[in-house]
């Protein structure tokens, strides 16, 4: 089965500049999930996706950060403005409920200069 | 929610030795321990995990082993290699649901 795709695979910016992240996650894949693992870190959950509708977005800093799912598939997440400790890699990962394990896309670095 | 704590930060070997990594886990209700390896610049990839009503898993040289009185869980590496060298990384998910919370990992050196 193909991954989960992610881009760009790269990002650098200034802060208070604007950027967004896409994710496609595997085929027929319900539960979608956004996560940032800052350098030396662990990912932490910033949001999860059942479907289109929001899960789970309690450690999303709705301030500047957000995200939608479009038709329960694609994913966009958003970050306006960025600040300099969103450097971070953004990692997208997917599930389904015949097995709870993860599959990750191979993320998003985010530079923020 | 959930809190996970994983030891040590970083573990050096040489080839052929076994590495531990151990973490603990603060919810009872958890029932689900995936394991990660994440080589440097790559996606995180599942290696093993175990569920709760299992006490102990194996696949070839590593195998996971689970305390739930305790409430902690190790990932066991026998006959270290080169390419064993990453950053490790455990997980917990709580019962009922499908959000895993991960450790702070542990970068694993394997020496020739």
């Known amino acids: 089965e193909a991954g989960v795709a992610q881009s760009p695979r790269y990002k650098i910016i200034e802060k208070r500049q604007s950027v967004a992240f896409w994710c496609n996650p595997i085929?027929?894949?319900?539960?979608l999930y956004w996560y940032q693992q800052i350098l030396g870190q662990g990912p932490k959950l910033l949001i999860q996706?059942?479907?289109?509708?929001?899960?789970?977005d309690s450690q999303l800093p709705k301030d500047r950060f957000s995200a939608e799912r479009l038709k329960g598939v694609d994913s966009t997440l958003k970050i306006q403005p960025a600040k300099l400790e969103d450097s971070a890699v953004y990692l997208c990962?997917?599930?389904?409920?015949?097995?709870?394990?993860?599959?990750f896309g191979s993320g998003t670095r985010l530079t923020v200069v | 929610g959930e809190n996970v704590e994983q030891h040590p930060s970083t573990l050096s070997v040489q080839e052929g030795d076994s590495a531990v990594i151990k973490c603990t886990y603060s919810?009872?209700?958890?029932?689900?321990f995936p394991w990660y390896k994440q080589e440097l610049g790559k996606r995180p990839q599942l290696i093993i995990d175990?569920?709760?009503?299992?006490g102990e898993k194996k696949d070839q040289r590593i195998a996971v082993t689970l305390n739930k009185t305790a409430k902690h869980f190790s990932l066991h590496i026998t006959e270290t290699q080169p390419e064993d060298s990453a950053v490790y990384f455990c997980?917990?998910?709580?019962?009922?649901?499908?959000?895993?919370?991960f450790g702070k990992g542990t970068m694993l050196l394997v020496s020739p």
């Open positions: 990962a997917s599930s389904s409920p015949r097995y709870p394990g993860y599959t």
């Open positions: 085929s027929g894949h319900a539960t």
């Open positions: 996706f059942q479907n289109n509708g929001v899960v789970d």
């Open positions: 919810d009872s209700a958890s029932n689900y």
């Open positions: 175990i569920r709760s009503n299992v």
């Open positions: 997980a917990a998910r709580y019962s009922g649901y499908s959000t895993l919370t």
